[in-house]
């Protein structure tokens, strides 16, 4: 049983709705560890339990949870609280956990460390989140450049918005990382479009016991 670690590039690239997939798809339980911006109602795993259908107690509690809508380490200090990493534990469960990151892999945790140090020292292998705009080859080789460096296993690549195969075969080349599928823009966000990805034939690959 693996758990997955659901980063991306950046904030507001669509992890969420990826972790929605997996969720659904591996019947996995759901986690974030550092969740940010509840002051305007924005808690993921609210978003993930409505995409999915899934029971409550799938979802389990934030290690740390701030008002703001800033990097943990912002949101921590305007409330002047700090976070330890090493507090961080994964949750127990019979089933796997998707983890869900907060903004990009390099956001500031604390001074010193930042969300891939949270990664590696729980020991994750990681689905990243790259959206399909301009500037996103940079941005995920620098993301899979970060991630190799400390060792940390890359299972493959999710891509977020509008279809751009120049970019998405950039990206393939580039890194030889596994193209897991996109994700398109959902308007409004709904439990059929979380369930039409899964079907999606790339998606239904990286599900085969072999990856998982």
């Known amino acids: 049983m693996k758990n997955y670690f ?13 972790s929605s997939c997996l969720v659904k798809a591996l019947d996995a339980d759901y986690w974030k560890p550092i969740q940010t911006g509840t002051i305007d109602g924005s808690i ?9 259908g899934l029971e409550e107690d799938r979802f389990h509690p934030s290690s740390y949870s701030f008002r703001q809508p800033l990097s943990p380490l912002e949101a921590a200090s305007r409330e002047k609280r ?8 994964i949750p127990q469960s ?13 956001v500031p945790i604390t001074r010193k460390k930042f969300m891939v140090d949270l990664i590696a020292r729980l020991h994750l292998s990681v689905v990243l989140v790259c959206k399909t705009s301009l500037g ?11 991630l190799r460096k400390r060792h940390i296993n890359l299972v493959g690549i999710v891509f977020s918005g509008k279809i751009n ?14 193209i897991i599928g996109r994700v398109p823009i ?13 079907k999606n034939d790339n998606f239904a690959n990286f599900l085969k016991p072999d990856n998982i």
């Open 136 to 146: 996103t080859i940079n941005h995920t080789l620098l993301s899979v450049e970060a």
């Open 186 to 198: 959902i308007k409004p966000l709904s439990r059929h479009g979380v369930e039409s990805f899964i």
């Open 94 to 106: 019979d089933r796997p956990i998707i983890i869900e990151g907060a903004g990009g892999i390099l």
């Open 44 to 52: 993921d795993k609210l978003i993930v339990q409505r995409l999915t």
């Open 6 to 18: 659901v980063t991306g590039t950046d904030t507001g690239c669509g992890k969420t709705v990826v």
């Open 82 to 89: 700090k976070i330890i990493i090493e507090k961080i534990k």
């Open 165 to 178: 195969k120049w970019v998405a075969r950039s990206i393939a080349e580039m890194t030889k990382v596994n």
